[in-house]
């Protein structure tokens, strides 16, 4: 069995002793206290790990989180600055945007990594993806003054004192509050052209920084556990821990990544699915148990599709294609159609049309072209699919055709109601 302390104790000189063997940095802030490293480097010829460093909230936050919100920017996206150029920081509180950080107890400068473009897109694509769930921006392009969090994504764990086997350290409150405006650095040139293994560092040490702790759960970014296969975070009651299950840094023995990140961040704002009704067309004259197809569009799956008849449910469809038939009870006249679908977040999105239901009425006024891939079950298109089918074989000027059609069954029908 191994032996390797998993949470370690300053004392122990894991670190230099906190400023105890240096003049006062530069900027004139002292650097931080650290309270103790969790995490272990890896062992000649393991993996490089992660590692955090815990501060008091007070020494390692510059700018507090909203206590009301529990949201780090109060419900803006918060930005994540993939830095790979390096840089020059100084010990003090956290904060990108004058380059100061908790970890570093000396002014330390990391080089560029000089990694290949294509290589570089990998890990932006890779990060990007692992973040997706959330209100995140990610950027490689230096916000600047706008607030931010910092990845930086370059250099060895020796340019800012941290030993050999570490892959990545972010600063961490004793409390698990947000560091807002954070520094977390991803060693890059000790994985060399392991990209993905980049992109997992950076997730758990941005993460860090958000106060999540590590999990002893082999699927999700914040572990030590490999060997099964790519990461990403997990809406799991994992235990928290490196080598085997401890109690987590703020109490409890189990972390949830995803619904952690979920109440820090917020949630990805999702485009609410785009929906139309191709058929009925608005005005048509439809026959009873008429038939209903909505097109929905949407970033996240749909779960549901509903028919409402004059803003009373009428039917469910959870599958493609999204064809309803109206009640055959629904009395004749006038009626308002509308189709609202539902994606996994939550987010609905509605059309509506206009009919008139007729006992002369089409049941099906389908305006679609194509062959149609619905078995309708009241079998009741007769003549109608046929001409429609005819127009769709006839190619090239299909859509002048078919529109000719379509006037022409309208001029009908306008004439049966009179
Ligand atoms: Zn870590």
Redesign the pocket.
């Known amino acids: 069995m191994k032996t390797r302390a998993l949470i370690v104790p300053l004392a122990a000189g894991f670190l230099f002793p906190a400023s105890a063997c240096m003049e006062n940095p530069v900027v004139g802030e002292e650097a931080p206290q650290a309270l103790e490293v969790?995490?272990s480097p890896g062992l000649e010829g393991e993996s490089p790990?992660?590692?955090?460093v815990v501060f008091d909230a007070e020494d390692a936050v510059s700018e507090p989180a909203d206590p009301d919100v529990g949201i780090a920017f109060a419900g803006e996206p918060i930005i994540i600055y993939m830095n790979k150029t390096g840089g020059t920081y100084t010990p003090g509180a956290n904060d990108s945007r004058n380059n100061r950080s908790s970890i570093p107890s000396t002014t330390s400068t990391i080089p560029a990594w000089s990694v290949s473009a294509a290589g570089w897109d990998q890990v932006m694509t890779c990060v990007k993806d692992l973040w997706s769930p959330f209100n995140v921006v990610i950027t490689d392009v230096d916000p600047g003054q706008t607030p931010h969090f910092e990845s930086v994504v370059a250099g060895r764990p020796g340019d800012v004192g941290m030993p050999q086997g570490v892959g990545?350290v972010?600063p961490f409150t004793s409390d698990c509050s947000t560091i807002n405006n954070s520094i977390v650095f991803t060693f890059a040139e000790v994985y060399g052209t392991n990209y993905q293994a980049i992109c997992e560092t950076v997730a758990?040490?941005v993460a860090?920084s958000f106060g999540l702790d590590?999990e002893f759960y082999c699927q999700d970014p914040?572990t030590y556990l490999g060997g099964c296969g790519a990461k990403s975070f997990q809406n799991v009651n994992a235990p928290c821990g490196e080598d085997q299950a401890r109690t987590c840094a703020c109490g409890g023995s189990t972390q949830n990544s995803v619904s952690m990140l979920l109440s820090r961040i917020g949630p990805a704002e999702v485009a609410p699915p785009d929906v139309s009704i191709s058929r009925p067309q608005t005005g048509a004259v439809v026959g009873p148990g008429f038939v209903i197809e909505a097109n929905v569009a949407a970033q996240q799956t749909v779960t549901q599709v509903d028919l409402y008849i004059d803003g009373v449910f009428s039917s469910t469809v959870n599958t493609q294609p999204y064809v309803f038939n109206a009640p055959t009870t629904l009395a004749m006249g006038d009626h308002v159609v509308e189709t609202r679908a539902i994606d996994e977040g939550g987010n609905t999105g509605s059309a509506q049309v206009s009919v008139t239901l007729s006992d002369d009425g089409d049941p099906d006024p389908d305006p679609d072209p194509d062959p149609d891939p619905d078995p309708d079950p009241d079998n009741d298109i007769g003549g109608g699919t046929d001409l429609i089918g005819s127009c769709s074989a006839a190619g090239g000027g299909s859509d002048h055709g078919f529109a000719l059609i379509l006037l022409g069954l309208g001029l009908f029908l306008v004439r049966r109601r009179r």
């Open positions: 969790v995490g790990r992660g590692v955090y990545g972010s758990q040490e860090h590590h914040m």
